[in-house]
């Protein structure tokens, strides 16, 4: 204490730490004063239960009686399913009227004097700790596990490999090895390119004007067993450019006459790489926002992906139609250990 | 038994039979439940425990409520995601939808988009109960994050908790993974391509990618197997972990019984509060059923996920804006954030740190570093003794400034995963936000420590002033040669105690590097280490105010400040004894409430420890 001045230095009298003055005394509600407020406070209470029945009863006549399609302008959110905002406003009154009738009720009836419950260390005691140590000993000695070391080294292989049948069941029935699937698509030489609609239909070179955007699928590929798969890997965007803006030969030379062909599928994680801004010829996945910009053979320019957008190599058909005129060079979609 | 009764054979058999006379001391009521506990007693031997567990005492804040809502929550999960379960069709099997919602009529669709449907438009009250699981699944998730954010700042990991916050660290990483198979399931275009970026970082896995993703959806994304995968997880194996986990947090909590804060009347051998049997079980039970009414209103009220205005999942279309669910905001954010140079070749292989990092390692990296905080905190300050009593977050600036860290840093991935968003609303470049964010999330955290702990400083200053020099009255009193002073009321014993009472550590010391014989110790480099951290930890500590302390301020107002300050200001001159003991600064005071003065004014002198 020195350093707080002389005056109180050696100050006996003065204790090291405040010490602690016991539970303040306890300040009365007025219920439990006041027999009229102890009143009032039960009537706010059954008012509550009350009200709960009434919305369960609001509840079970909506259920029956408001057809599920009706549509209604409810004030603050718009056009709603009536049947849905009666049922869940019902549903959630009755629920909230019980909750506060019972929070209520013990806020202002029940006994509001705190009390004391003596905390004891989670330590046993010494003796019992012993015990303990000494029982497994003794049971460890008493199975001989130390002394016969065969039985003891024979148990523990039969524990260990005893799991793996189980686990072989399990991993070898899971799918397929991907072998080249990762690096292969629905694409082959001369397939059409054909409008990603429900009713696909190929594309003339001719209807692909500057700056427009087709989202393209290969031919057949809706008649394919495993549709959404194919899909998933051959999804490809094809794209008007003027063909001055084209920077990279490679990517003139596999177009046509300024039409470009990319994978839709992002190199980062495998989105959609659909949003096309016309002005600056960049390509942005929705998701985390890679840019690939078509004019630099759909190189990332910015965002997480590092790989530019797989090229496909297009040409025309004798009646003026897209196709492919090589499957993809490379794997499309993101990457994986083994594609290089 | 009654005397006048004849005795009958049997009777005998009959001596332990519970008759009312035996326990009638109250009303029916009462010897009617005790004949029914009596009969459950004679065959389960519980009237001890029962009686243990209805008079347990919890403590009462509102901070204590946030677990509560993760508990209530889950329960509700588990009641709608029962009902749920009996329209749902968890297959992946095509089928033309031709339900009564006009929009989709004869698109072809996965049956379990096509039973979402249904139970949206055709399973009477089946959106309710969608909608409510689904937001009693956000606020499961919102709230077990707050309740970790109290544990963390009120120190309630401390010794014997550690076990129970490890517990709980896993339960909330389950909690969001059971919240991503979950909403998953529907197979809508959302989360079909949720789940494309998922076969997406299983890819990059170094090595086994390609395999991973293969034996998870079972052959080329996204196949058939993966709904049917999801469901079992969602609706099985990972319900039966957090609830099998959940139940241990619930014992333990039981066993440890609740920590409680600080306060008059609080030690760390008591717990103060009220009984379970009536009063918690009234609030408790009460809230319960609080938490569901209002998520059964929000239900209502707001449309959450509707999956019939994105349809069914199809690989290629466009889905701009798509944000997951906010408790996977941090890693969609991670993923947004981390640079794209970082895949690289390896001789003949990719290695895709661009994706790994963000998607597989932050998760688990940021739970563990979670996880073991209590055993890094207890081995840099050596306290190995048990804590019942909560930390003021103010009095550990140190872990309130690295837990506001940690947060800020998660803040910033989470802000990163609507980067799209706030470009559109704000009219503002997205490269700038990204780039922006990713300069930020290195800058913000230790920024935000080092704020954070100064903040904590000045409130326990500001504590420190309080108890030495009152609380300001508002009272402005002008003396007879016209100066102006603020009276200031001295704190009640109460009230002061809970700004006194916390523990003055120090950081742990190296021993000395000579022994008693002049021989040099070593002291290893983990030694050497854990001494610096733990000075770190405790650096500019702001002690709690002492006795000693409060009489000196009350003898003379200016002795502490010329303590800290190491200059007498020297100008609080107040004659006036009508004064003495109010006025700003405590100048001359000594009132007569005053327990601690200091014998040298010749006051009896007062408190526990005062006898010779």
Redesign the interface.
């Given at each position: 204490?020195s350093?707080?001045?002389t005056?109180?230095e050696g100050?006996?009298?003065?204790?090291?730490?405040?010490?602690?003055?016991?539970?303040?005394p306890h300040v009365s509600r007025s219920a439990d004063l006041d027999e009229r407020a102890a009143h009032r406070a039960e009537r706010q209470v059954a008012t509550l239960f009350t009200l709960s029945m009434v919305a369960t009863v609001i509840f079970l006549v909506a259920?029956f009686s408001i057809d599920?399609?009706t549509y209604r302008f409810i004030p603050g959110?718009g056009q709603?399913?009536l049947?849905?905002?009666?049922?869940?406003?019902s549903?959630?009154?009755?629920?909230?009227?019980?909750?506060?009738?019972?929070?209520h009720?013990?806020?202002t009836l029940?006994?509001?004097t705190?009390?004391?419950?003596?905390?004891h260390?989670?330590r046993s005691s010494d003796e019992a700790r012993r015990d303990a140590v000494e029982t497994l000993a003794a049971g460890g000695t008493a199975s001989q596990l130390g002394r016969r070391p065969l039985v003891k080294y024979a148990v523990g292989g039969a524990l260990a490999l005893v799991a793996l049948p189980q686990l072989l069941v399990l991993?070898g029935g899971?799918?397929?090895?991907?072998k080249a699937?990762?690096s292969t698509t629905f694409w082959r030489k001369g397939m059409r390119l054909m409008r990603?609609n429900?009713t696909p239909t190929p594309i003339k070179a001719s209807d692909v004007t500057l700056v427009s955007v087709f989202?393209v699928?290969p031919e057949g590929i809706d008649k394919s067993p495993?549709v959404?798969?194919e899909?998933?890997?051959a999804?490809v965007i094809l794209i008007g450019i003027d063909p001055a803006l084209i920077q990279v030969p490679k990517e003139r030379d596999w177009g046509h006459d300024g039409i470009v062909a990319y994978s839709?599928?992002c190199t980062?994680?495998?989105?959609?790489v659909?949003?096309y801004e016309h002005r600056t010829n960049h390509l942005l996945c929705?998701?985390?926002?890679?840019?690939f910009d078509v004019a630099q053979d759909c190189k990332?320019i910015?965002?997480?992906?590092?790989?530019p957008l797989p090229q496909l190599q297009i040409t025309v058909d004798a009646e003026g139609y897209l196709i492919a005129a090589a499957p993809f060079q490379q794997p499309v979609?993101?990457?994986?250990?083994?594609?290089? | 038994m009654s005397p006048q009764a004849t005795p009958k054979g049997a009777d005998s058999l009959r001596a332990d039979d519970v008759t009312l006379e035996d326990i009638t001391e109250g009303s029916k009521a009462k010897a009617r439940a005790g004949s029914l506990a009596g009969w459950l007693d004679d065959r389960t031997n519980t009237a001890r425990p029962t009686s243990y567990l209805l008079k347990k005492v919890f403590p009462d804040h509102w901070s204590f409520m946030l677990g509560e809502i993760a508990m209530f929550s889950l329960i509700i999960l588990l009641l709608t995601g029962t009902i749920l379960t009996f329209w749902f069709v968890p297959s992946a099997g095509r089928v033309i939808y031709n339900g009564s919602y006009v929009p989709l009529k004869g698109i072809p669709m996965s049956e379990a988009f096509k039973s979402t449907v249904d139970i949206s438009f055709d399973v009477r009250g089946g959106l309710i109960v969608r909608q409510i699981h689904h937001w009693s699944a956000l606020l499961f998730t919102v709230s077990i994050s707050v309740h970790m954010f109290r544990v963390f700042f009120t120190g309630a990991f401390r010794k014997p908790r550690e076990i129970n916050w490890v517990i709980g660290t896993i339960l909330s990483l389950l909690a969001i993974n059971e919240g991503f198979t979950g909403y998953s399931l529907p197979d809508d275009l959302l989360s079909g391509t949720g789940l494309r970026a998922a076969e997406g970082f299983m890819q990059s896995v170094p090595v086994l990618g390609s395999y991973l993703a293969y034996f998870v959806f079972g052959g080329a994304f996204p196949g058939e197997a993966i709904i049917p995968r999801l469901f079992t997880v969602h609706v099985l194996l990972l319900p039966a972990i957090i609830i099998g986990l959940f139940t241990a947090h619930i014992v333990l909590v039981a066993v440890h019984k609740h920590t409680q804060y600080p306060g008059p009347g609080k030690t760390n051998d008591n717990v103060v509060g009220y009984p379970f049997m009536p009063v918690y079980m009234a609030k408790a039970g009460g809230f319960f059923f609080v938490v569901f009414g209002i998520t059964a209103l929000m239900a209502a009220l707001v449309t959450i996920n509707p999956i019939w205005l994105y349809g069914p999942y199809d690989p290629s279309p466009v889905t701009a804006g798509s944000q997951p669910d906010w408790y996977m905001g941090f890693a969609d954010g991670a993923l947004r954030l981390f640079p794209g140079f970082t895949e690289f070749n390896v001789f003949w292989f990719t290695l895709s740190l661009n994706v790994f990092i963000p998607s597989l390692v932050v998760m688990p990296l940021i739970y563990t570093i979670a996880g073991v905080y209590p055993f890094i905190e207890s081995w840099v300050t050596g306290d190995k003794r048990e804590h019942h009593l909560l930390d003021r977050p103010r009095n550990a600036p140190t872990r309130t400034g690295l837990g506001v860290m940690a947060i800020s840093f998660y803040l910033i991935l989470f802000v990163a995963a609507g980067n799209d968003l706030i470009a559109i609303k704000l009219g503002l470049s997205i490269n700038d936000i990204t780039q922006t964010l990713q300069v930020m999330l290195l800058v913000v955290p230790p920024l935000a420590y080092w704020v954070t702990k100064r903040i904590c400083m000045s409130l326990q200053r500001r504590d420190q002033d309080k108890v030495l020099h009152g609380r300001e009255s508002g009272r402005v009193v002008r003396t007879a040669e016209g100066r102006f002073f603020e009276v200031h009321e001295p704190l009640p014993e109460h009230e002061r105690w809970t700004l006194v009472q916390q523990e003055i550590l120090t950081p742990l010391q190296l021993t000395a590097r000579v022994d008693e014989n002049g021989v040099r110790r070593k002291s290893t480099r983990r030694e050497r280490l854990r001494a610096k951290v733990s000075s770190f930890y405790f650096a500019d500590g702001v002690a709690a105010v002492t006795p000693a302390e409060l009489a000196a301020a009350h003898h003379d107002g200016s002795a502490r400040e010329a303590i800290e300050t190491g200059q007498d200001s020297g100008d609080h001159d107040v004659s006036d004894p009508a004064w003495v003991g109010q006025l700003h600064g405590g100048a001359d005071e000594r009132p007569e409430t005053d327990a601690y003065a200091s014998d040298e004014d010749g006051a009896e002198p007062a408190g526990p420890a005062s006898a010779p």
């Open positions: 204490m350093e707080h001045g005056e109180i100050s006996g009298g003065i204790p090291e730490r405040f010490t602690n003055p016991g539970l303040p259920y599920q399609k959110i709603a399913n049947s849905n905002v009666v049922l869940g406003a549903l959630g009154l009755s629920l909230l009227c019980i909750g506060l009738g019972a929070v009720w013990a806020r029940m006994p509001d705190e009390v004391a419950e003596d905390r260390p989670q991993a899971l799918g397929p090895l991907p699937d990762l990603d429900p989202h699928m495993h959404l798969e899909k998933g890997k999804a839709k599928i980062h994680v495998g989105c959609p659909g949003l929705p998701c985390h926002q890679s840019t990332v910015f965002g997480p992906a590092h790989r979609g993101p990457s994986f250990w083994e594609r290089g | -």
